[in-house]
């Protein structure tokens, strides 16, 4: 069992950046697949990008170059920096883990509660 909390959302102008953090509690947070997706009113959730337990790395290709996702494994804690944020961006982040870093989201057992980001002037 794995229990997912984001935190870190808000409002930030195009162009700025946010970190947004995933703290899971759980004694094999190690073993996970971290992934973050986002979801706008009446859309799809959508995967933005993910790091399983060997510290690969993968994103979508609409935020591959702004956005970095890191873990601390000693902290059992992933984090989401976004960088050159735009109005586009604007979503509810979620983070989610599995077994593998996957795009989809059949692929995770466990979510977290989302935590909103807002892009705007």
């Known amino acids: 069992q794995v229990r997912l909390v984001e935190s870190g959302g808000g409002l930030v102008q195009p162009g700025g950046s946010l970190r947004l953090s995933c703290a899971a509690s759980?004694?094999?947070?190690?073993?996970?697949?971290i992934t973050w997706f986002r979801q706008t009113p009446g859309k799809e959730r959508t995967f933005v990008g993910g790091i399983d337990s060997s510290m690969h790395d993968a994103y979508a290709d609409s935020v591959k170059g702004r956005f970095t996702i890191s873990r601390d494994n000693a902290k059992n804690t992933v984090y989401l920096q976004m960088n050159s944020l735009k109005p586009e961006d604007t979503a509810v982040y979620y983070c989610a883990a599995g077994a593998m870093l996957q795009p989809w989201r059949g692929a995770y057992d466990y979510w977290g509660q989302g935590t909103q980001v807002t892009v705007s002037s």
């Open positions: 759980g004694r094999t947070f190690s073993n996970y697949a």
